[in-house]
């Protein structure tokens, strides 16, 4: 059970019976309407139980050839470069309109940088460098609007 | 003859130096990501877009064309010089690019490359040039009905063409089509799946899920592995090729752009399958197979023009039908939206320039990529050294950025987070995303379509069999699916797709 678990195809057929679910529940609540006048709810409806389907489809698939050519349990995610990564993009989105483009820069080259191992000069540098080149491209040249320095600076 | 009338309205479009700028722009950022490994064409086109808005349409997709096949020039140089294709289109040609470079001829491959996607993409674009009309006449007489069939067929042949596993990219593209439904209702202008959140109510961007589930979500992938990078040399010579390896490369070049133009044009075909096909027949047809895999030419002339050509005749669907066959196209569609085009057969008649000046901008912007490619090959190759791990922080912060312009809101990376999350999951599982994207933006088309069909044959779904067209096209689609999960010939796919 833990080995099929850990197929590809068995949990890749969960997460779609999990989205396709969750589709459902919501569309429920939108009027389905007759087939010549569909509602807003018709084709959402139809797509779910389309994706639940093919979800379980795929676990039955799956179990039905238990040494599948998939080998089972190379799914090792690697938690750290993901959390860094997308943490520093959480905290650039969270520091930008308050602190402004360069120090959320800074943060989010630095916390990226720190997925890979080693060199922390380099990150340094690289987040300095990076700062003033959006500031100046982004900001000054293609004038996207967005604050450069924390408010009252 | 009415051809050349229009060509020369698209020349006279592409050459105003404006568009020539954007055309130079976008072909220099193709060559980027087509050499930088770890960022590919749809992230850069979904990074760009935003600064888009505010030119005109034209200078718009001009741009953003260019980077498409920019890229396809630029994945060769990675993949002849270190084995470290840029692009899934070049992977193929590392097998016998680099073993040429290996040996000391790295600037003939580099230049065949350069000349047969030169080469291919003349052709391609005339083909585009010649065909669009025609097939364009046909499709203003599509009614509701057809569209939608004309759809599903498009998106069972994206998915029965494309590599990965059939269920899970089935479900892609219908999970794809549900997230694509998020936002108000056109009909009744109820808001679906938004959870009162207002930032949802006009849908959820294209950048957000182009950006999350490729840009960012590859990054994630990338960092998994630590990175090797070995230059072959450094000294590159032999960059004009003699008239010896010219001959013998030639008639690669002819069938690799045959075939790559016929690819192009299938829905899910595209570039990549173009380069590995025509791979399969220059080992068919030399005389001596056994070279390949040790250097030979063909095997660089040939998959290098196919991709070129199939990435000029991968307009063809979007600009005469207004389906996406592949990625890249779907962001070019949704690119033509923001600027209020709708992609189809009315392009044509309704903005001329814009049509016969994106064409006539493919042939120049060919023509500038031989230039950048060949006597600048030496700063490229100096890119090639800009370790990845400075490279990636500055591609996660330049999405940040594009994310954020879109609708000036930090709201949009967070969703981008999410789908990136998502994203790496879908690696994981090996479902393929490309599916997820065709499927986001025909799913609201689909929906709309549906609709009308209904409505106008009074709830009845045997329009979809009555009518010749569409029963045609759904018996096409049917096919294509049982074919495919037929056991025999679903190992030729796999096979297929391992080839090399």
Redesign the interface.
């Known amino acids: 059970m833990m080995r099929l678990l850990r197929h590809?195809?068995v949990?890749?057929g969960l997460?779609?019976i999990i989205?396709?679910s969750a589709?459902l529940a919501?569309?429920a609540g939108?009027?389905a309407g007759?087939?010549?006048?569909?509602?807003?709810g018709y084709?959402?409806r139809l797509?779910?139980i389309?994706?639940i389907v093919?979800?379980l489809?795929?676990i039955i698939?799956a179990t039905a050839k238990s040494q599948g050519r998939?080998a089972a349990g190379r799914?090792n995610?690697?938690w750290r470069?993901?959390l860094l990564?997308?943490g520093?993009?959480?905290l650039?989105?969270?520091m930008?309109?308050s602190l402004g483009?360069i120090l959320a820069?800074l943060a989010?080259?630095v916390a990226?940088?720190l997925?890979?191992p080693g060199?922390r000069l380099?990150?340094a540098i690289?987040?300095v460098v990076?700062a003033a080149f959006?500031a100046l491209v982004?900001v000054k040249a293609?004038g996207?609007?967005?604050p450069l320095w924390p408010e009252g600076f | 003859m009415d051809l050349f009338s229009h060509l020369a309205t698209g020349f006279s479009v592409a050459v105003s130096p404006i568009n020539l700028l954007y055309c130079l722009f976008g072909v220099t950022v193709g060559t980027l990501v087509g050499i930088l490994p770890g960022i590919g064409p749809i992230a850069t086109m979904a990074m760009l877009l935003p600064i888009t808005f505010a030119l005109d349409p034209v200078s718009a997709l001009i741009m953003l064309a260019g980077i498409y096949y920019g890229a396809q020039y630029g994945g060769s140089t990675g993949a002849i010089l270190l084995k470290l294709p840029g692009e899934s289109s070049a992977v193929i040609t590392t097998l016998d690019g680099y073993q040429m470079a290996r040996k000391g001829q790295a600037g003939h491959a580099l230049s065949i490359a350069a000349i047969g996607s030169f080469f291919a993409g003349t052709v391609g674009t005339l083909l585009l040039a010649a065909f669009a009309p025609l097939l364009a006449k046909v499709a203003v007489q599509f009614g509701a009905a057809e569209y939608f069939s004309l759809m599903i067929l498009g998106l069972v042949a994206a998915i029965v063409l494309s590599s990965g596993p059939l269920l899970r990219a089935l479900s892609m593209v219908v999970l794809g089509m549900l997230f694509g439904l998020v936002g108000a209702d056109i009909n009744s202008s109820v808001d679906r799946f938004t959870f009162g959140l207002p930032e949802l109510s006009g849908g959820i961007n294209f950048v957000v899920v182009a950006l999350g589930l490729f840009g960012i979500a590859e990054i994630l992938t990338n960092l998994e592995n630590p990175e090797e990078r070995r230059l072959v040399s450094d000294k590159l010579t032999g960059l004009w090729p003699d008239w010896a390896v010219l001959r013998q490369a030639a008639p690669a070049m002819l069938r690799g752009s045959a075939l790559g133009s016929v690819l192009g044009v299938l829905p899910g075909g595209g570039v990549t399958m173009a380069s590995f096909a025509s791979y399969a027949v220059e080992k068919k047809v030399a005389t001596n197979p056994g070279r390949f895999g040790h250097g030979a030419i063909e095997g660089v002339a040939g998959p290098e023009s196919a991709n070129n050509a199939a990435a000029q005749t991968s307009f063809i669907p979007l600009l005469t039908l207004g389906i996406p066959s592949n990625g890249v196209m779907a962001m070019m569609m949704s690119a033509m939206l923001i600027h209020n085009i709708q992609p189809g057969p009315q392009v044509m008649t309704l903005s001329p320039d814009l049509f016969w000046g994106l064409i006539a901008s493919m042939w120049l912007g060919n023509l500038i990529l031989v230039i950048l490619n060949l006597p600048l090959i030496g700063i490229w190759v100096r890119l090639l050294r800009v370790p990845y791990r400075i490279l990636f922080p500055a591609i996660v912060l330049f999405c940040c950025i594009g994310l954020y312009s879109v609708q000036t809101t930090v709201f949009d990376i967070f969703f981008a987070i999410v789908f990136a999350l998502l994203g790496y999951a879908f690696a994981k599982l090996r479902c393929e995303t490309v599916p997820f994207l065709l499927g986001f933006i025909l799913g609201p088309m689909l929906e709309e379509n549906l609709r009308r069909a209904m409505l106008l044959s009074h709830g009845d779904p045997s329009v979809f069999v009555t009518r010749p067209l569409c029963a045609f096209m759904l018996f096409l689609a049917a096919g294509l699916l049982l074919i495919a999960v037929i056991p025999t010939i679903r190992r030729k796919r796999r096979e297929a797709f391992q080839e090399g």
């Open positions: 590809p195809e949990l890749a997460l779609f989205l396709g589709f919501v569309s939108y009027e007759t087939a010549r006048e569909m509602g807003p084709f959402p797509l779910s389309v994706v093919l979800g489809a795929q698939h998939e799914l995610f690697h470069p993901a990564v997308l520093g993009m959480a650039f989105a969270l930008l309109n483009l820069t989010l080259v990226a940088g997925a890979v060199r380099e990150i690289t987040a990076l959006s982004f293609l996207v609007q967005m």
